[in-house]
């Protein structure tokens, strides 16, 4: 949770590999409930990967996504 009480999704020191090359490195975000949020970057920038990691779709070589202090590794597909 954030220090506000509200609910939080958060990413920290997140790797991702695809095709043995890192394609994301040291990912670390939190965004709380409600907040609008604009993911911005160049082509390649891994903004995609980033969101996939976020929705617990991509594969992580390292580091941990929470959504409220839960990981996500240990929620089912239908919690999600």
């Known amino acids: 949770m954030t220090t506000d009480g509200k609910h939080a999704l958060r990413a920290e020191n997140v790797d991702v590999k695809l ?3 890192i394609v994301l ?3 670390s975000a939190t965004f709380g409930s409600g907040e609008l949020v604009a993911v911005i970057g160049s082509n390649g920038a891994g903004k995609s ?3 996939k990691v976020l929705a617990g779709l ?3 070589e390292r580091g941990e996504v929470m ?3 839960v990981l996500l590794d240990g929620l089912d ?3 999600l």
């Open 19 to 21: 095709g043995g090359q």
């Open 49 to 51: 990967t980033a969101l």
């Open 58 to 60: 991509a594969t992580r």
């Open 67 to 69: 959504l409220d202090g």
């Open 77 to 79: 597909r239908r919690a």
């Open 25 to 27: 490195q040291d990912f």
